[in-house]
Every structure is written in structure tokens, then in C-alpha cells.
């Protein structure tokens, strides 16, 4: 009776887990999932992330110095799930950090001296300090991991900011503890295992989010100081956060039609600040608005334009690389801005992927947070209701440092009896593997040391399969 379970279990699994590798988006669609030039690498739902009732939150990603390979941290209801996307076709659950008290819908996480730092609303969590280079020797994934320090000067939180210049943590809207609610705190963590805090802000209300920079923009009279800019709600903040025991606040600035100043980012030459109101959506009517503003003044902000996209779905987080903007926009996914003409007040989509495909409704449903850092281009969505994705940019899969190390074919595709693998560059093939489409392994070739193969697939079944050559890269094939 055990093994009928524990194969039930087994096959709930596979099935809960939808790994649509590398499929490209064509004719607007990557699989069920509404594209424009961006393809789908792979999806893990939240079940497969946790269980029946799990919903996702935050996400972020971590490049390992000495390996490059590339891991995503999930932020869930129960905790932080880390998964091993080198490869992004085929991600690899390693483990989960459980919450520190209690389940909470949310959650933040940002990375320092390869050190995660996680912070939730739930009461009492404080911050969790976990360190990546575990990540390396992960030997039965997956693990339940542990914390390796949990600092308590505070309770609850809604966000942590860090500045990886100056190795500063900023908690905001923390609660409980010894600090009051709503404050910011300064927290010192250069030393990632031993975080001290070293001051905290409360003029100028409740920062919701933040980001924190070392300036070097326009206005050369902050040269080099640290400024914060603070989505606080009803207004944005700027203020200067140099000396920790005397933060001073330097200019704040409303706009109209103002619902909930949410989440905000520079631009890369520091000129702009694009700041996602939250509710001025549903209490306006207006579709998708991004608020933009001139920052060449950091004591004299001025509002530069709004940019309105093309659905009625609510603006998220947001995040700038390369002159492009990359939007967490709930139930339409995640959107891809061109920002590079903001001088002359223009701004235009490029691309999206809706990870939420049921509607694009002014609701609070889909994409929570995109991470775009990655330096492969592998993209990460992390997606309240469907959970994690990865996509790239359409016709860039060849720039994945994983896949560039040699050029195999698989020939024909379609097959229908055999196909032929084919390794170009002078190397040779070591290994194939051939997994269903579910993730099930069904052919294991090693110690092969060829430079063709000629794989029968008259023994498998009519569908899609991905195979993996040389542990390295990944093809879809289908058999028909």
C-alpha cells in the first residue's frame, strides 16, 4: 500500500510540474502563455515549490563568482526555494529555507558578498542570513536548509533594500522588536553573519520600498553620498543616508492622480526615477501607468511624463538594465520597456511574457517580481498564482556561456524512426540523456566519445522530448 502512495505521489508530482523547455514564442505564443520575443526556458508551478497551498511572492538571483553558475531564490508563503538555472531548461530544486515563524504572503529577499537576506511581514521573522556557497555542494537535493544567522533588532518587515557598494541594509516599513513600526533601519552588513544596526529614519513617513545609491548622476553636489529614494505611499522621498545617525531628507515630490507610490528605479545615468503606483489603476480607471521623473536636481524633482501601456494591469516592480525596463505587471507578466528616449519623453514596449494567461484585469493576480541581472540573459518571474519562470530574450539562447561551449544538431526534427546528433568545434559527445517532457529520464548514454550519434526513437512514444548532451546543453526534439 506504501509503494501505490508513494507512486501516486510520484506521478502528482510530475504532472503538477509543467516544464515547457525552450519553447519559443511564435505567432505570439509560447506554449499557453501570450509572448512577443521573449521564449519560455522552463516553469516549475507552486506546487511543486511547496504544495497544495502555496503561492509565490518575491524573487531574486545569484551569479556565483567562482563557478558563474546562475540560481534563483524563490520567495513562497512557507519560505525561499533555491533553484539551480545554469541550466535553464532543465532548473533544479537544491532546497528550501522554511520561514522563521509563521507563513506569510509576504516576503523579500536581496543578496550581498554572496549572503542572502530575507525579511517577511510575518511577526517576529526578523532577518534570516543565509549563506549561497552552500549551494555548491548541495548532494541530495532537495535539502531543508537552515539559516546561518537570524538578526532579531526587528520584527516584521515589508522590504529590505541593499546598497552592494557600501554593504548597507535598509529595512523598511519594519515593526516590532525594539524598533517602532514603520521606520527605516540601518543595518550594517559588510560583515554578512554579523549585521549590527547603526541607525534608522523615520521623517517623511513609511517607505513601502526603496532603492539606495551610491549617486553618481547629475547633480554633482551628491557626488559619491548614499541617497535614498523612497516610494512611501502617498509621495516619493529622497533623502540622504550618508552618516547613519543623521539622515537628512533632501526633496519630496507628489503627482496626480495619485493612488499608491509603490516601487521605483533609476535609470542607469541616475537623470530618471520610474516610479509604479499601485492602485491608481483601480481607482482611476487609466490603464497601466509608469510615472517618470527628472531627477537632475535631487532638491528640485520635477515630473518629466507618464507612460501608459497597453492593458488596464497593475504595475508591480520594476527594474532597469541596458535602457530597458523590466515591469512586474501582475496579470499582464512581465513587460519589456525601451526607456532610452526618456529624454524626449518617450517610451515604448519591445516585448512581454504573460505568465498569467487567464486575463489581464485590473486585479492582483500573476507576476509579483522579474529579476533581469543575470549576465547569461536568462530572465526570472516569479508569479504569485503559477509560480517560477525563466525566459530570455528570443534568438539569444546561443549567448548562454552553458550552451556556447559546443554546436550540436539534432537532425531530423520531427523524427520518426532516428535522429541524428552531430558536434561540431571539434569536440566530441561524452554524454546524451533524454528526459520526457514531464522530467522523466529514459535514455542514459555515457562514456560515448563521439563526434556523431545516431539515436533510435522508433521506441519512444509520439510527443516532445528535451535532450541533454554532455550535461551541458539542452534541445527539444518531437517525435511524430
Not at 501505490?4 to 503538477?16: A, G, P
Not at 529595512?171 to 522588536?177: C, R, T
Not at 517602532?180 to 559588510?190: A, E, H, K, S
Request: with cysteine.
Amino acid at each position: 500500500m506504501l509503494n501505490i502512495i508513494k507512486k501516486i505521489t510520484f506521478l502528482v508530482l510530475l504532472l503538477s510540474q509543467t516544464v515547457l523547455a525552450q519553447t519559443p514564442c511564435v505567432n505570439g505564443f509560447a506554449g499557453e502563455y501570450p509572448c512577443n520575443d521573449y521564449d519560455l526556458m522552463s516553469h516549475i508551478s507552486n506546487f511543486t515549490l511547496g504544495d497544495s497551498n502555496t503561492s509565490g511572492n518575491d524573487s531574486w538571483g545569484w551569479t556565483d563568482p567562482d563557478t558563474q553558475k546562475e540560481y534563483a531564490l524563490m520567495g513562497i508563503n512557507s519560505g525561499v526555494v533555491f533553484i539551480n538555472i545554469t541550466n535553464a531548461t532543465l532548473p533544479v530544486i537544491l532546497g528550501t529555507l522554511k520561514t522563521n515563524t509563521v507563513n506569510s504572503y509576504w516576503r523579500d529577499i536581496k543578496i550581498y558578498k554572496d549572503h542572502a537576506f530575507i525579511v517577511s511581514e510575518a511577526s517576529g521573522h526578523g532577518m534570516q542570513v543565509f549563506d549561497l556557497k552552500k549551494l555548491r555542494s548541495v548532494s541530495s537535493a532537495p535539502e531543508a536548509f537552515t539559516a546561518d544567522k537570524i538578526f532579531t533588532e526587528f520584527g516584521s518587515a515589508h522590504n529590505i533594500v541593499i546598497n552592494e557598494t557600501s554593504g548597507y541594509a535598509y529595512i523598511v516599513g519594519a515593526g516590532e522588536g525594539n524598533s517602532p513600526d514603520g521606520v527605516t533601519l540601518f543595518i550594517n552588513i559588510q560583515d554578512p553573519i554579523n549585521p549590527k544596526l547603526e541607525g534608522s529614519f523615520s521623517d517623511g513617513g513609511d517607505s513601502h520600498d526603496a532603492q539606495v545609491v551610491t549617486y553618481d548622476g547629475p547633480d554633482s553636489y551628491y557626488t559619491g553620498k548614499e541617497v535614498l529614494i523612497g516610494s512611501n505611499g502617498s509621495e516619493v522621498l529622497i533623502a540622504d543616508v550618508t552618516d547613519k545617525t543623521n539622515p537628512t531628507i533632501i526633496s519630496t515630490i507628489r503627482y496626480v492622480n495619485g493612488g499608491f507610490a509603490h516601487q521605483g528605479w533609476f535609470t542607469e545615468d541616475f537623470r530618471y526615477f520610474i516610479l509604479g503606483d499601485e492602485f491608481d489603476e483601480g481607482k482611476y480607471g487609466n490603464n497601466t501607468r509608469s510615472i517618470i521623473f527628472d531627477f537632475t536636481y535631487l532638491n528640485n524633482p520635477v515630473h518629466h511624463f507618464d507612460y501608459l501601456g497597453p492593458t488596464a494591469a497593475v504595475d508591480h516592480n520594476g527594474y532597469v538594465k541596458d535602457n530597458i525596463y523590466y515591469q512586474a505587471n501582475y496579470t499582464a507578466g512581465v513587460r519589456i520597456i525601451d526607456v532610452s528616449g526618456a529624454n524626449n519623453k518617450v517610451f515604448s514596449e519591445i516585448g512581454f511574457f504573460d505568465t498569467y494567461p487567464a486575463d489581464n484585469n485590473t486585479e492582483y493576480n500573476g507576476v509579483w517580481n522579474v529579476y533581469p541581472f543575470f549576465p547569461s540573459g536568462n530572465i526570472i518571474i516569479s508569479d504569485i498564482d503559477n509560480g517560477f519562470f525563466v525566459i530570455r530574450k528570443s534568438g539569444t539562447l546561443s549567448l548562454n556561456p552553458e550552451i556556447i561551449k559546443a554546436d550540436f544538431s539534432v537532425f531530423p526534427n520531427p523524427a520518426d524512426t532516428q535522429i541524428t546528433i552531430t558536434v561540431s568545434n571539434n569536440k566530441t559527445i561524452k554524454r546524451i540523456q533524454v528526459y520526457s517532457i514531464l522530467g522523466q529520464k529514459i535514455i542514459d548514454k555515457k562514456n560515448m566519445n563521439q563526434s556523431k550519434y545516431i539515436l533510435e526513437t522508433a521506441i519512444l512514444e509520439k510527443g516532445i522530448y528535451l535532450i541533454k548532451m554532455n550535461n551541458t546543453v539542452t534541445k527539444k526534439f518531437i517525435v511524430e
